[in-house]
T-cell receptor, first 111, second 114 residues
Framework: GEDVEQSLFLSVREGDSSVINCTYTDSSSTYLYWYKQEPGAGLQLLTYIFSNMDMKQDQRLTVLLNKKDKHLSLRIADTQTGDSAIYFC???????????FGTGTRLKVLA | GAGVSQSPSNKVTEKGKDVELRCDPISGHTALYWYRQSLGQGLEFLIYFQGNSAPDKSGLPSDRFSAERTGGSVSTLTIQRTQQEDSAVYLC????????????FGPGTRLTVL
């Protein structure tokens, strides 16, 4: 079945770049998402990419997709303390309603 | 309001009691989802509504869990005879159509079963 995997923790120093990785299993045309969850809050969509794209950049965020390896990454440039949160990767096959979420990566930014 | 709202924000209950969790989606959104987030776990899909009907209830963990949606808007998730393992954050999300690329999340209800 479909599965999305992420590492659980990442710690970086303020000002450095963060790279959060995710692997997925669905080989169909799919949307791939990155969500951010701050303490006590719901999930906020950061960005998404369709599987026919290799890269998407939005300000400090860069998403890279390696479709062959089914590997997705989120790079946050110039990481700030406000970026400390849990980051979820998710996939959804185009035309379907069901999202499959990873377990989330807890990013800690050290001042 | 502009976003998805959920109530209560926190609920503490005793084992064996019933609880109702409410979700108000964004006005006009036809698709509504319930998820459960347990400590250290990702989001577990519970149920999906399209309008008032629930074509997929496959994620409901047991027959103690039920959900309804009235008027294509507000949804209620009911847990009967709560157990300690039901303790989690219950998140609701909505989208205009299920094919839209983005779903909008509410802040969640944190349920603690003592």
């Amino acid at each position: 079945g479909e599965d999305v995997e992420q590492s659980l923790f990442l710690s970086v120093r303020e000002g450095d770049s963060s790279v959060i990785n995710c692997t997925y299993t669905d080989s169909s045309s799919t949307y791939l998402y990155w969500y951010k969850q701050e303490p006590g809050a719901g999930l906020q969509l950061l960005t998404y990419i369709f599987s026919n794209m290799d890269m998407k950049q939005d300000q400090r965020l860069t998403v890279l997709l390696n479709k062959k390896d089914k590997h997705l990454s989120l790079r946050i440039a110039d990481t700030q303390t406000g970026d400390s949160a849990i980051y979820f990767c998710a996939e959804r096959t185009s035309g379907t309603y069901k999202y499959i979420f990873g377990t989330g990566t807890r990013l800690k930014v050290l001042a | 309001g502009a976003g998805v709202s959920q109530s209560p924000s926190n609920k503490v209950t005793e084992k064996g009691k019933d609880v109702e969790l409410r979700c108000d989606p964004i006005s006009g959104h036809t698709a509504l989802y319930w998820y459960r987030q347990s400590l250290g776990q990702g989001l577990e899909f519970l149920i999906y509504f399209q309008g008032n009907s629930a074509p997929d209830k496959s994620g409901l963990p047991s027959d103690r869990f039920s959900a309804e949606r009235t008027g294509g808007s507000v949804s209620t998730l009911t847990i009967q005879r709560t157990q300690q393992e039901d303790s989690a954050v219950y998140l609701c999300a909505s989208s205009f159509r299920y094919t839209d690329p983005e779903q909008f999340f509410g802040p969640g209800t944190r349920l603690t079963v003592l």
